[in-house]
């Protein structure tokens, strides 16, 4: 089992949609990253988190650190908002763990 | 903003060659982590540097190595290339002290034939 699961897989929405992407981890962590790869491959930071609840534009990320669950959700989806999703965690100051990602297809 | 700089973005490569990536941080940056991102996969850590001494290994075989220089910057050496090398090696680097997130370069994608 890997030390971080995310749900779904892949994710097809039409524009507009209101989107959910999970991620549980079973390791002691001192951070989770959600992170954006575009199909030419460039990793984005979107969010580090450690408690709580981000916000930036349209994208909101929160986290239960009891239940060790991480929920990134997108508002009003739009095309350009395709991309691989993936929830990183950071045992420590050091390395990360990735998920193994959501890619998600949104159409106009 | 300065961003994490990584050269070359492309390399191709001959089995048993050798390939030398560099990676340089974000200004103040003191922390180097590297990254090995295969086909369809999910990105594995390699090595980390923190004020140019490793700080963390993970699945680097013994055929690479890797420094940080006086400079920060970091190069990952990589010899007796194989086949199964070819991924997309991403650098990131934070500022160890503060805890800060790692911020990703643009990755050297290589292909070894």
Not at chain 1, 23 to 44: D, E, K, M, N, T
Not at chain 2, 19 to 35: F, G, Q
Not at chain 2, 37 to 48: E, K, W
Request: hydrophobic share 30%; glycine share 8%.
């Amino acid at each position: 089992k890997n030390e971080v699961e995310q749900s779904p897989q892949n994710l097809t929405a039409q524009e507009g949609e209101f989107i959910t992407i999970n991620c549980s981890y079973s390791v002691g962590i001192s951070a989770l990253h959600w992170l954006q790869q575009h199909p030419g491959g460039g990793i984005v930071s979107l969010f580090m988190l450690s408690s709580g609840k981000k916000k930036h534009g349209r994208l909101i990320a929160t986290i239960n650190i009891q239940e060790k669950h991480s929920s990134l959700h997108i508002t009003a989806s739009h095309p350009r908002d395709s991309a691989v999703y993936i929830c990183a965690v950071r045992q420590g100051a050091q390395k990360l763990v990735f998920g193994q990602g959501t890619r998600l297809t949104i159409n106009p | 903003a300065a961003g994490v700089i990584q050269s070359p973005r492309h390399l191709i490569k001959e089995k048993r060659e050798t390939a030398t990536l560099k990676c340089y941080p974000i200004p103040r940056h003191d922390t180097v982590y590297w990254y090995q991102q295969g086909p369809g996969q999910d990105p594995q850590f390699l090595i980390s540097f923190y004020e140019k001494m490793q700080s963390d290994k993970g699945s680097i075989p013994d055929r690479f190595s890797a420094q940080q220089f006086s400079d920060y910057h970091s190069e990952l050496n990589m010899s007796s290339l194989e086949l199964g090398d070819s991924a997309l090696y991403f650098c990131a680097s934070s500022r160890q002290q503060e805890m800060e997130t790692q911020y990703f370069g643009p990755g050297t994608r290589l292909l070894v034939l």
